[in-house]
């Protein structure tokens, strides 16, 4: 008898299928019959499946071989959305797109992206990401990761900063909080940044992520009234008093920024109350308000404000509470550093292999000479060769178009 037992997926039986979860948010459903394929098989625990009669390495082998199979079929607990599951084996590499992997631009600040989610919906998303999002979505492994990281640190041999900066809320990345604690460990890693909007965290969550010494959360923090709130996060359940207590409560165990997004009617009236509340807190975080820019692939809610007129509300603001409402080139210490080498420049011409759909519908992810390329206007067919012209290569972030 073999029982394989794994952290990152628990198992539930309904009916005649097994409901399998990876990372808590992520789902797929497996037929009782494939199972039974392999052998007369039965749920252990909630993270433990036993095959009877077989060894644990044809057991493993053969459940890995069918796991990869459904996790084509993986959705988003959250959206239902198809979600892509990316580790060394499935032939992904983690450069070449800016919606997961790792985005190294060249400076001292690596970006690191593990997922893609949110539970909320902000009108002001720049990506249009949330709980109405349609889009595809991605989840690489912890491990993998780390290794692809390692390697580029190894390359660079500089003190640097590790962003997790994802397409959605970070910490709905089941492994987030170890992914910090392995960053945390890492000689060349001075800082660790994570842009969240608070609402998973909670008191005991901020205590054990404060004894990573080199963390810095980037919170947001839109409004103080509960309904103007609710409106910008875009849900209703969104509770903007338990976003203030973690503000205040992180302030005090870690370096915390937090960054408002002024959007023009919506919340003008609330950037009074938001210094108001940070003026009340025993340590206040560095505050720096934003100014909502619109995007091509954001939730456009309205107009931007002009920067004159954004400045002068800054000045007025500034002198009225005596206190510094922008972020300074000194909060994020960015520093050019050497680039990685970039196998493809723009115009070469490319054979790559489709891998899996692209975040955006019609459009796919083909891999070559150890990148991914986006390539839009293709039909997804798993492992087919294509022709392509690179159009865009800037920072090792690659489109291409077929030919
Ligand atoms: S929390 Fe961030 S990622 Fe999520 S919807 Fe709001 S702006 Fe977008």
Redesign the pocket.
């Given at each position: 008898m073999a029982q394989l037992t794994f952290e990152t997926l628990s198992f539930r039986e309904k009916d005649d299928i097994i409901v399998v979860t990876l990372l808590r948010l992520f789902t797929t459903e497996i037929p009782k019959e494939e199972l039974e394929k392999i052998a007369p098989f039965f749920v252990v625990d909630t993270h433990t499946i036993s095959f009877e009669k077989l060894d644990e390495e044809k057991a493993h082998t053969k459940f890995a071989f069918l796991l990869e199979k459904y996790f084509q079929k993986l959705t988003n607990k959250l959206t239902g959305n198809h979600v892509t599951y990316i580790n060394k084996a499935s032939g992904i590499p983690l450069i070449g797109n800016v919606a997961f992997g790792i985005v190294y631009r060249g400076s001292s600040i690596i970006e690191i992206k593990p997922v893609t989610s949110?539970n909320?919906?902000?009108v002001?998303?720049s990506?249009s990401?949330?709980l109405s999002s349609k889009k595809n979505d991605f989840v690489v492994e912890m491990e993998y990761m780390l290794e692809e990281l390692d390697t580029i640190l190894t390359f660079v041999k500089e003190p640097l900063e590790i962003h997790i900066g994802v397409?959605?809320?970070p910490f709905l990345y089941a492994d987030v909080d170890l992914l910090i604690e392995k960053l945390q460990e890492k000689k060349l890693v001075h800082t660790i940044s994570i842009d969240t909007?608070g609402t998973l965290l909670n008191k005991e969550r901020i205590d054990r992520l404060a004894k990573c010494d080199k963390l810095q959360l980037n919170l947001?923090l839109d409004a103080i009234d509960v309904d103007v709130a609710k409106k910008i996060?875009?849900v209703k359940s969104y509770n903007v008093e338990h976003v203030k207590e973690m503000i205040g409560y992180a302030s005090q165990k870690l370096k915390v920024i937090v960054a408002p997004v002024l959007t023009m009617g919506y919340n003008e009236d609330q950037m009074d109350k938001i210094i108001q509340f940070f003026k009340s807190l025993p340590k206040q975080p560095i505050l720096g308000i934003q100014n909502f820019l619109r995007y091509k692939t954001g939730r456009n809610p309205g107009k931007e404000m002009s920067w004159e007129k954004f400045y002068a509300l800054l000045d007025k603001l500034e002198k009225k509470h005596d206190i510094t409402l922008r972020l300074k080139k000194e909060d994020f210490n960015i520093r050019k550093i050497k680039p990685l080498p970039k196998p493809m420049e723009k115009g070469d011409v490319v054979t790559a292999v489709i891998k899996c759909q692209d975040r955006f519908p019609h459009s796919v992810i083909a891999v070559a000479k150890g990148r991914n390329i986006s390539v839009p206007g293709v039909k997804f067919v798993k492992e087919k060769k294509i022709k392509v012209e690179i159009v865009r290569a800037k920072h090792n972030v690659f489109t291409g178009k077929v030919i």
């Amino acid at each position: 008898m073999a029982q394989l037992t794994f952290e990152t997926l628990s198992f539930r039986e309904k009916d005649d299928i097994i409901v399998v979860t990876l990372l808590r948010l992520f789902t797929t459903e497996i037929p009782k019959e494939e199972l039974e394929k392999i052998a007369p098989f039965f749920v252990v625990d909630t993270h433990t499946i036993s095959f009877e009669k077989l060894d644990e390495e044809k057991a493993h082998t053969k459940f890995a071989f069918l796991l990869e199979k459904y996790f084509q079929k993986l959705t988003n607990k959250l959206t239902g959305n198809h979600v892509t599951y990316i580790n060394k084996a499935s032939g992904i590499p983690l450069i070449g797109n800016v919606a997961f992997g790792i985005v190294y631009r060249g400076s001292s600040i690596i970006e690191i992206k593990p997922v893609t989610s949110c539970n909320l919906d902000c009108v002001y998303c720049s990506i249009s990401e949330g709980l109405s999002s349609k889009k595809n979505d991605f989840v690489v492994e912890m491990e993998y990761m780390l290794e692809e990281l390692d390697t580029i640190l190894t390359f660079v041999k500089e003190p640097l900063e590790i962003h997790i900066g994802v397409q959605g809320e970070p910490f709905l990345y089941a492994d987030v909080d170890l992914l910090i604690e392995k960053l945390q460990e890492k000689k060349l890693v001075h800082t660790i940044s994570i842009d969240t909007n608070g609402t998973l965290l909670n008191k005991e969550r901020i205590d054990r992520l404060a004894k990573c010494d080199k963390l810095q959360l980037n919170l947001s923090l839109d409004a103080i009234d509960v309904d103007v709130a609710k409106k910008i996060a875009g849900v209703k359940s969104y509770n903007v008093e338990h976003v203030k207590e973690m503000i205040g409560y992180a302030s005090q165990k870690l370096k915390v920024i937090v960054a408002p997004v002024l959007t023009m009617g919506y919340n003008e009236d609330q950037m009074d109350k938001i210094i108001q509340f940070f003026k009340s807190l025993p340590k206040q975080p560095i505050l720096g308000i934003q100014n909502f820019l619109r995007y091509k692939t954001g939730r456009n809610p309205g107009k931007e404000m002009s920067w004159e007129k954004f400045y002068a509300l800054l000045d007025k603001l500034e002198k009225k509470h005596d206190i510094t409402l922008r972020l300074k080139k000194e909060d994020f210490n960015i520093r050019k550093i050497k680039p990685l080498p970039k196998p493809m420049e723009k115009g070469d011409v490319v054979t790559a292999v489709i891998k899996c759909q692209d975040r955006f519908p019609h459009s796919v992810i083909a891999v070559a000479k150890g990148r991914n390329i986006s390539v839009p206007g293709v039909k997804f067919v798993k492992e087919k060769k294509i022709k392509v012209e690179i159009v865009r290569a800037k920072h090792n972030v690659f489109t291409g178009k077929v030919i």
